[in-house]
Structures are given as structure tokens and as C-alpha cells.
């Protein structure tokens, strides 16, 4: 159980287009979901929790008009990177909690090229 | 503010031999502590997680952990390590607030034959 599905598992756009990661809960409903940033070699870095059915809380720094969360469904959240620059190219992680408990379980990761 | 240290980058254990991955955290009550493990391209795979009652938690693929409060401390244990086991390791702790986890900076695991 608790299986947490990403799609597309690796992307490449061409500067200035806009891309979409999909983070599916498949055998759970999750009201919270958080999405990540790994640069190679490195730890995660929390970019914003996804609350469904409210406006996602980002974490001082990122650009919040750049990196656009939705959480429409119960099992579904979409990150939307707008106007993608080369600097964005990076491994983007989802996770999700399941109702009442602290544990996260993540998604495979997207791996972002941007040209 | 929550925080987690992993003081080693690196380890290089042979297999077969023992192995404890060193975790230590800073939060101002009970924590709720996390070991994952990624292997490279993909997501992190939840090892084990301590909450409450005994501090000595069992994972999955033989792992286990022991909650230390005096020395604010959750190290990941392994008595016979496999090669299938190298992997980075991420400690997590996550306060009761808000619920985010903040994650140590890794130790990537490596194992000789």
C-alpha cells in the first residue's frame, strides 16, 4: 500500500515553455502532498505543500508565480514549471501523507531538462 | 526550527560487515524521526519511522534504529550488510505542527564485495 506514482518520470522542453509534473496517490487519498527539488548529490529541498482543495504554501525562496501547484483532487497535485529557464533543469520529487499520519511516501521523481 | 545532521557523506563497509548510519536532530520535543533510502534516479523508500513507546525501531530489509533522547540521536543499524544495499540515506524529522519533514544532507553508502 501507499504507492505514489509520478508522471512524466523524465522530461526535456526547450527554454521558455511550460512543463507539468503529475503526483498520483494510487490506493490512497491524500489531503497533503509536498513537492521537491534535488540537485545531484544533494539532500531534498521542500519547495511548497500542497493542501487539497486550498492554495499550496511555498517555502521563502521559491516563486510561487514560477512554480504553480495544483491539489484539485484527493490523489491527484500537479506542479506546472512556467517559462522554464536552463536553471530549472533538476530532479523534482513528490510525496504524500497519509490522512493522520507523518510519514511521507514518494513518488519515483521526474528528472527536468530544460534546453 | 527542526533540523537534522548526518556527519558522514560517505561510507564504505564491506559486505557482510555491520553498519550504523549516524543521525542527529535538533527539535524542541518529541520528534517524529525517519529513515529513508534512494537509490540513484529514483524516489526514497521509507526504512522505518519512531514516534513514541520503545526506541528501538525495526524496518524493512533488516534495518533498524534506535532512538537516543540524551544524546539526541537516531542512528540506523544494520547487522549484515548486502550489496543491494548501497544507496544514499536520508534521516527526516518532523515536528507535530505543521507536519513537513526537514531531511539530513545524505550519507551514501557504499559496499565492497
Known amino acids: 500500500g501507499a504507492v505514489v506514482s509520478q508522471h512524466p518520470s523524465w522530461v526535456i522542453c526547450k527554454s521558455g515553455t511550460s512543463v507539468k509534473i503529475e503526483c498520483r496517490s494510487l490506493?490512497?487519498?491524500?489531503?497533503?502532498m509536498f513537492w521537491y527539488r534535488q540537485f545531484p548529490k544533494q539532500s531534498l529541498m521542500l519547495m511548497a505543500t500542497s493542501n487539497e482543495g486550498s492554495k499550496a504554501t511555498y517555502e521563502q525562496g521559491v516563486e510561487k508565480d514560477k512554480f504553480l501547484i495544483n491539489h484539485a483532487s484527493l490523489t491527484l497535485s500537479t506542479l506546472t514549471v512556467t517559462s522554464a529557464h536552463p536553471e530549472d533543469s533538476s530532479f523534482y520529487i513528490c510525496?504524500?501523507?497519509?490522512?493522520?499520519?507523518?510519514?511521507?511516501?514518494f513518488g519515483p521523481g521526474t528528472r527536468l531538462t530544460v534546453t | 526550527a527542526q533540523s537534522v545532521t548526518q556527519p558522514d557523506i560517505h561510507i564504505t563497509v564491506s559486505e557482510g560487515a555491520s553498519l550504523e548510519l549516524r543521525c542527529n536532530y535538533s527539535y524542541g520535543a518529541t520528534p517524529y524521526l525517519f529513515w529513508y533510502v534512494q537509490s540513484p534516479g529514483q524516489g526514497l523508500q521509507l526504512l522505518l519511522k519512531y514516534f513514541s513507546g520503545d526506541t528501538l525501531v525495526q524496518g524493512i530489509k533488516g534495518f533498524e534504529a534506535e532512538f537516543k533522547r540524551s544524546q539526541s540521536s537516531f542512528n540506523l543499524r544494520k547487522p549484515s550488510v548486502h550489496w543491494s544495499d548501497a544507496a544514499e540515506y536520508f534521516c527526516?524529522?518532523?515536528?507535530?505542527?505543521?507536519?513537513?519533514?526537514?531531511f539530513g544532507d545524505g550519507t551514501t553508502l557504499t559496499v565492497k564485495p
Open positions: 490506493d490512497f487519498q491524500a489531503t497533503t
Open positions: 527526516a524529522v518532523a515536528g507535530t505542527n505543521a507536519g513537513k519533514s526537514t
Open positions: 510525496s504524500a501523507r497519509v490522512p493522520g499520519g507523518h510519514e511521507q511516501y
